[in-house]
């Protein structure tokens, strides 16, 4: 069928503007990690400032880093190839600079508003409900603009990767709504409408498919388009990544609950987690394998060409990170690994190895195409190659030391069954000099991404004065034809037929509501049961809401990010009870809106800490940690016993509390007379032990107040309204 | 009564279990959907995808179109 031909040209320029945005973040995320790694061994370099705690700046450096660095690569993949794999300009250039635009403001209001405290205190999913809109609409943004260019296509066949973008801009979509839904207090500090158990099922589900939908797939698409042009073969085998790819989108998404292994979550979903998990090991190695094989016969060229360099090592992290993923998953493991290093290392391996140098892989086979010249120095991009590797085997390797050391320090018993390090601070001494290690592997790497933008800048500067537009021909696509003619299918027969995929191949709306189905049907399937199943989360009569106080205490908790490193989880685990106390059941979350579990132990666990320490204890430790604790790496919290406590507004969180369900009664009234009586009681139990005077009205009450609740509500006899609860309180022992 | 009540009824645990089974059962699907002999020139074009930047029409197109 002659079709006549179609001129057309790609939009370049949008690539170069997310291109070099990739690299100025990728040096701001990676500096913000590096302060961060700084701040844990040098405490008195957050002067003081609430700025500058780690509490603070690790969602940053996160955010960064995810959202911003490995987000813009993302998106000039996206730009870039699949313009050239579906033979299209984008769909609309007005969308793509709206959407180039939109994300870089987003990133902007992000750096500025975690450092003030403006956090909704889930991790990964930090920003606050008005940035949370801003991003749903960027997203719907650029979908409009991805899937408008696939319906426009003059390629039949849609390419492998392709469909990883399709995966990720669905899923991403699905994920970022419904972790985020939230009842907003104001401008500034909404509340999860999930609570406890819940929250934590859905922020894991999130977060952990954050890390598949955001970091794995887009990047999988990036290799399957970027290594084939840098070897210049076509991929190894393209049955493979057809496979690679159905495995991940099954698979992946059931894996979220393994992040909660031997927490208050019920049993047989964190199992389910732990199988799909290790079923994972068998896509992702094939798609290590197809990405390294591509090299066949070409590896002479990997000497001498940096991008390979960079692909090569990237791909075989992906390899790692992947294979290590599954084990950390596997329950007894993690029983070791949670809460340490174990899994900082892990995700800095695959957010420096795999997600960094492919990122800078693609950035230096991008630059010469884009900029129309050579490369500004091939020199100094294989330098950039060695510093970069060097510094992620200097920070991944002490680290994995560190985790296993803390882990096995916190579970170590002397011959008289007592703890070998009943004080946590000596499990947190013996890691200080491994984070030096840390801080030397994070400047190397530092150092290769800035090495990294000043070449593609000087790259950049060589470019000619007017960029060649060329014009590219292609036939336009007919209506399509539904391939052969239909087969009878006998029996199962039809399950050997080729049609029904290769139709989806090029149906590009059939592939893309299936890819849909497919998560969504898995995230139902995982999601409903805990929601739905009473027994799932046991209530327990005692447990109480938070007074009004102890709420505004529990947002200053938020607002520092206390959760970054104090975990409120005591796993059943002898020497989790024996450090900590009682281990931690799922009703005694019921009214954690957003649940505080936390994800590492830099410094203890906190769900016992209520009533452990008098309220002076607290008061003495946030201003000076050293004065309690002398070799704490805890930063100061002075500004808590000037900064005033907004009495005024704790009424309208307490009512956005009652709308998400939390039994108020009395409080939904008075919540702010509540609040004071209880703050003058404890500023004046704080001054009889011999305290300072006048702090009634500061932060350090409330939160005081918050952490001396904190776990005790089991001990208490039940209360009498609770009765009618009392049925089916089967988790309280 | 409540939906929790009626859903806390259906022993929903097991819906894992056979959502197991079905997400095998769609692996194997694909499996077999891979190794179809009669897919392969298919596949072979489409691994050079992105080797082409721009269309050249193939031998074998206006044929394969019908």
């Given at each position: 069928m002659a079709t006549a031909l179609e001129k057309f040209r790609y939009d370049d320029d949008i690539v170069r503007k997310f291109t070099l945005a990739t690299l100025i973040w990728g040096v701001v995320g990676t500096l913000a990690g590096l302060y961060v790694a700084l701040i844990l061994v040098m405490?008195?370099?957050?002067?003081?400032l609430p700025y500058l705690t780690f509490g603070r700046l690790r969602p940053l450096h996160t955010n960064a880093a995810i959202f911003a660095f490995a987000g813009n690569a993302v998106f000039a993949a996206v730009y870039y190839s699949s313009q050239r794999l579906l033979k299209a300009?984008?769909?609309n250039d007005a969308l793509s600079r709206a959407h180039f635009w939109g994300w870089q403001l987003i990133i902007v209001a992000a750096a500025l508003t975690l450092p003030l405290g403006?956090?909704?205190?889930?991790?990964?999913?930090?920003?606050?409900w008005p940035i949370d809109l801003a991003i749903a609409v960027v997203w719907v943004i650029f979908a409009v603009n991805f899937f408008g260019t696939i319906a426009k296509r003059r390629e039949r066949h849609i390419y492998v990767a392709i469909w990883f973008y399709i995966a990720t801009v669905i899923t991403v979509a699905v994920l970022h709504i419904f972790n985020s839904l939230a009842i907003p207090a104001s401008a500034t500090r909404s509340y999860s409408i999930y609570a406890g158990v819940q929250d934590a099922f859905m922020q894991w589900w999130y977060g952990h498919n954050a890390v598949?939908?955001?970091?794995?797939t887009p990047f999988l698409g990036l290799m399957y388009y970027f290594m084939p042009k840098a070897a210049n073969?076509?991929?190894?085998s393209y049955r493979l990544s057809i496979l690679h790819f159905w495995s991940l989108v099954f698979?992946?998404?059931?894996?979220?609950?393994?992040?909660?292994?031997?927490?208050?979550?019920?049993e047989w979903a964190s199992t389910l987690g732990m199988i799909f998990s290790v079923m994972l090991w068998m896509p992702s190695w094939g798609g290590m394998i197809n990405g390294l094989m591509t090299l066949r016969g070409a590896w002479n060229k990997v000497a001498e060409e940096p991008v390979l360099k960079f692909f090569v090592v990237g791909i075989t992290f992906y390899g790692m990170s992947t294979f290590e993923g599954p084990l950390l998953s596997v329950k007894s493991v993690n029983a070791l690994?949670?809460?340490?290093?174990w899994t900082i290392a892990h995700a800095h391996a695959g957010a420096l190895g795999w997600n960094g140098m492919m990122t800078f892989g693609m950035a230096y086979w991008l630059a010469p195409k884009l900029f129309?010249?050579?490369?500004?120095s091939k020199k100094l991009a294989n330098a950039h190659f060695w510093i970069g590797t060097l510094g992620i085997l200097l920070y991944i390797v002490p680290i994995y030391a560190a985790g296993v050391t803390q882990g096995l320090m916190w579970r170590a018993f002397d011959e008289t069954g007592?703890?070998?390090?009943?004080?946590?601070v000596e499990t947190v001494m013996r890691l200080v000099p491994m984070y030096w290690v840390r801080v030397a592997g994070g400047t190397l790497f530092v150092a290769g991404a800035v090495i990294g933008l000043v070449n593609v800048i000087m790259t950049w500067k060589a470019r000619?004065?007017?960029?060649?537009d060329p014009e590219h021909e292609a036939p336009a696509l007919g209506?399509?034809?539904?391939?052969s003619p239909k087969h009878e299918a006998k029996g199962f027969a039809w399950l050997a037929r080729a049609d029904f995929h290769r139709a989806w191949e090029r149906k590009a709306l059939k592939f893309s509501v299936l890819t849909a189905l497919a998560v969504i049907v898995a995230s139902l399937f995982e999601i409903i049961p805990t929601f739905?199943?009473?027994?799932?989360?046991p209530s327990i009569s005692s447990v109480a809401p938070y007074t009004p106080l102890e709420l505004a205490g529990r947002d200053v908790y938020l607002e520092d990010g206390c959760y970054n490193c104090h975990s409120q989880m005591v796993r059943p685990i002898r020497a989790e009870t024996e450090r900590y106390g009682e281990y931690s059941k799922?009703?005694?979350?019921?009214?954690?809106?957003?649940?505080?579990?936390?994800?590492?132990r830099i410094g203890p666990d906190?769900?016992?800490?209520?009533?452990?320490?008098?309220h002076l204890w607290h008061v003495r430790h946030m201003e000076d940690p050293r004065s309690t604790t002398?070799?704490?790496?805890m930063p100061p919290y002075p500004w808590l016993l000037k900064e005033d406590t907004d009495f005024a507004g704790i009424q309208k969180r307490v009512d956005v509390m009652a709308m998400l369900g939390v039994p108020y009664g009395d409080a939904v009234n008075k919540a702010e007379a509540l609040a004071r009586e209880q703050a003058k009681q404890i500023a004046a139990e704080i001054q009889a032990q011999g305290g300072p005077a006048g702090?009634?009205?500061?932060?350090i009450v409330a939160l005081t107040a918050y952490l001396q609740r904190?776990?005790?509500?089991?001990?208490?006899?039940?209360?009498?309204?609770g009765g009618q609860r009392q049925a089916t309180a089967s988790g309280a022992h | 009564m409540k939906l929790s009540d009626i859903m806390g009824a259906m022993?929903?645990?097991t819906y894992a279990e056979i959502a197991l089974v079905i997400f095998f059962a769609i692996f194997v699907g694909v499996l077999i959907h891979i190794f179809r002999r009669d897919l392969r020139p298919e596949f072979e074009r489409a691994g050079h995808l992105p080797l082409e930047d721009d269309f050249r029409p193939e031998p074998g197109d206006a044929k394969e179109n019908g």
């Open positions: 405490p008195s370099l957050s002067f003081g300009r984008m769909f403006i956090t909704s205190g889930k991790e990964y999913a930090e920003l606050e598949a939908f955001f970091l794995t073969r076509p991929v190894f698979m992946y998404i059931w894996a979220g609950p393994h992040h909660l292994h031997y927490t208050a979550l019920p690994s949670h809460y340490t290093d129309q010249t050579e490369l500004w007592r703890l070998a390090y009943p004080d946590f000619p004065a007017t960029y060649a209506v399509f034809e539904e391939g739905l199943v009473r027994s799932n989360v799922p009703g005694e979350f019921v009214y954690d809106h957003p649940f505080q579990w936390g994800s590492r906190l769900h016992r800490v209520g009533g452990k320490y008098p002398p070799q704490s790496i702090l009634e009205g500061k932060k904190l776990g005790t509500d089991i001990k208490k006899a039940p209360a009498a309204e | 022993a929903l645990s």
